[in-house]
């Protein structure tokens, strides 16, 4: 995809599913205003500094299940 851009404004989202995605644009950082978001499945490695700043960013993000 060319960018999480359109998911900012979600504000109630809860549950996202990135399995297969490749974001060419922006990376994480459209998801950092996601204030309820709690539970995160992606491909991306939780030991990777986007996915710590996602973290800081969204302090209910408290469930990460890597895939891949």
Do not use: N, Y
């Amino acid at each position: 995809v060319d960018s999480l851009e359109p998911l900012r404004s979600l504000g109630e989202l809860e549950l996202l599913w990135l399995v297969s995605v490749q974001v060419l644009h922006g990376g994480l950082a459209p998801l950092h205003g996601l204030r309820k978001l709690s539970s995160l499945r992606s491909t991306i490695r939780s030991t990777s500094p986007e996915f710590h700043a996602l973290r800081a960013a969204v302090p209910t993000l408290v469930h990460f299940q890597p895939v891949g």
